[in-house]
């Protein structure tokens, strides 16, 4: 935490000298990017039993275009 703060300030100092302008700019874009990563990660790795069911589901349907498939119908089936 000491080091990101001193960090901060350093690129603060810099673009109050108008060396590093855009510094924060690109700080803020990483840690976005940073974040919203985890959380796409996060969602893909909570949910892939029921992409998995999807896709299955999917799949079937393309094997047994005209109803033929005996598949029960799910919370997905709208899908």
Same mark, same amino acid.
């Given at each position: 935490m000491r =080091?990101? &703060?001193i960090l901060f300030v350093v690129s603060?100092? @810099?673009e #109050?000298?108008?060396?590093?302008?855009? =510094?924060?700019?690109? !700080? @803020? $874009?990483? =840690?976005?990017g940073s974040l919203m990563l985890g959380l $796409?990660? !996060? @969602?893909?790795l909570?949910?892939?039993d029921l $992409?998995?069911?999807y896709l299955e589901r999917r799949f079937a349907r393309e094997q047994f275009p005209q109803g #033929?498939?005996? #598949?029960r119908e799910? #919370?997905?089936?709208? &899908?």
């Open positions: =080091t990101m &703060l603060m100092a @810099f #109050e000298l108008g060396v590093g302008s855009r =510094t924060v700019i690109v !700080a @803020f $874009a990483l =840690t976005f $796409a990660l !996060a @969602f893909g909570g949910g892939k $992409a998995r069911k #033929e498939s005996k #598949e799910d #919370e997905l089936s709208p &899908l």
